[in-house]
């Protein structure tokens, strides 16, 4: 890397606003008042992301006689949710690959339940006057390498054998380029209709006001501080009171769990992005991209990118960081040297769109499980409900999540809750220094494979056998 091109890719950085673009927004809505009561309810949902937001929602669809509450610590969709790349995909498994390995014999039901679960979205998005940006233009991975492009190709015969493909088309170097016109790109395959693409932090909002409008009790600048038996009940203390409730919902993401015991499943891992300025109508010319699709690359340290709806940008992933200690604090979300790397990769893809600057730069923890996709229980008895370890894919299956989660707590056998997917626990990760050390020697190994035709080393076949192997 030349140290002029540097210079040039961190000077494009120079008036980047540490915070995310999708936050950064003057229509942001105003918090709800903080809770200053007792009170009491028949569902407390205790999280105001996707997971809690979709659960309260779906909870008053399923009852409207139902009494729901839901706190908030800060505001609904300030983490996760709002500053996600805006990525909604049917699938539930973080991905076909991961959910043809871990699930083989209800992968076909899997896919279904995923297609349904999208067009679930996309209806309420609809029926709730949603103003979210939502464009069904499906994603595209592209391969950046030959042996890309080769394990591309024997992927998309293999899924069409299996039945697994409808919908997906692969696309050779001059196809896929046809689509983004990128130096970069050799093969593609572009699931059209298996991802939306969105504002995330407007749907958050947006489910807010779908929340509110159906007679849900939301509670900002609450933080749900313990959780303990109470008569039939479950009682939650907050900082001027407790909530006690018939039943719980726990939608709280990467931050700790009210249920000791999920703690070890989770870690967080940070993620980061860049938004570009607006681009011209003469820039966005000769990249093409006129179909708007998401787009990923195929590496092991991949990047996610996509435009906005008003012709940004948004390009993000590679870099992804985890702490000693599993600790989330939010001088993490800030990393220049992340920025700085990412900028490079950006122009190294697009160098036809050398000058343009970048508007915003920000990152934050991504609840990663040892699985890549959700795990689901109960505690008390059947009384609470949880679904944490989205590991990044969590913009449309947390509405699953929330439809198992009723479906725990309602004590009620369904497709979803017969699932193995949901009876099944992923393998808890091991104390310090044990942690860090496995997926610091994993993230070294990865960009290895990259940097060597993709093959794993003993490490990462070991991590294969064990259903632990991963990608960034």
């Not at 991802?195 to 779908?210: D, F, I, S, T, Y």
């Amino acid at each position: 890397m030349a140290p002029g091109a540097m210079n040039q890719w961190t000077h494009s950085l120079s008036d980047a606003q540490p915070v995310p673009y999708w936050l950064d927004d003057p229509g942001r809505p105003r918090p709800e008042p903080a809770l200053t009561t007792s009170e009491t309810c028949d569902l407390l949902v205790v999280g105001g992301g996707y997971s809690g937001l979709w659960t309260a929602l779906i909870a008053k669809e399923r009852d409207p006689r139902r009494d729901v509450v839901l706190v908030e610590g800060r505001e609904a969709g300030w983490a996760a949710s709002g500053r996600n790349g805006g990525f909604c995909a049917a699938s539930l498994t973080h991905g076909l690959p991961n959910g043809l390995t871990r699930w083989p014999d209800e992968i076909h039901t899997l896919q279904q339940l995923g297609t349904r679960n999208l067009d679930a979205i996309e209806a309420a998005v609809a029926r709730h006057s949603i103003d979210c940006d939502f464009e069904r233009t499906g994603e595209i991975d592209v391969a950046t390498e030959p042996y890309q492009a080769r394990e591309l190709r024997e992927w998309h015969e293999e899924t069409t054998r299996r039945g697994l493909a409808e919908g997906v088309e692969y696309l050779d170097a001059d196809a896929v380029r046809e689509q983004v016109n990128s130096p970069t790109f050799q093969a593609g395959l572009w699931d059209r209709r298996g991802v939306a693409m969105l504002n995330p932090a407007k749907l958050a909002w947006g489910l807010k006001r779908a929340c509110l409008a159906l007679g849900v009790r939301v509670h900002e600048h609450t933080p749900a501080l313990d959780l303990k038996p109470y008569g039939a009940g479950m009682s939650v203390r907050t900082p001027y009171g407790r909530i006690r409730a018939r039943r719980v919902a726990l939608g709280t993401n990467i931050f700790p769990s009210l249920v000791r015991r999920v703690r070890s499943y989770t870690v967080p891992v940070y993620d980061y992005a860049l938004m570009t300025e607006p681009l011209t109508d003469d820039q966005l010319a000769s990249i093409g991209w006129k179909n708007r699709q998401g787009l990923g690359d195929s590496a092991n340290q991949f990047h996610y990118f996509r435009l906005s709806a008003d012709n940004r940008i948004l390009w993000g992933g590679y870099d992804a960081i985890y702490p000693y200690g599993g600790r989330v604090r939010a001088e993490y979300d800030d990393r220049p040297e992340t920025y700085a790397k990412l900028a490079g990769h950006f122009f190294t893809c697009f160098p036809q769109l050398e000058g343009v600057r970048f508007s915003h730069a920000w990152g934050g923890a991504i609840d990663t499980c040892s699985r890549f996709s959700a795990f689901f229980g109960t505690a008390h008895q059947g009384k609470v409900a949880y679904a944490a370890g989205y590991t990044g894919l969590g913009v449309g299956a947390t509405r699953f999540g929330a439809e198992v989660m009723l479906d725990l707590l309602a004590g009620e056998r369904t497709e979803r809750t017969e699932l193995q997917m949901v009876r099944r626990k992923p393998l808890p990760f091991p104390p310090e220094p044990f942690a860090w050390t496995g997926i610091a020697l994993t993230k070294w190994s990865l960009a290895r494979a990259d940097a060597q035709g993709g093959r794993r080393n003993l490490w990462l076949r070991t991590m294969d056998r064990l259903g632990l192997g991963f990608d960034s």
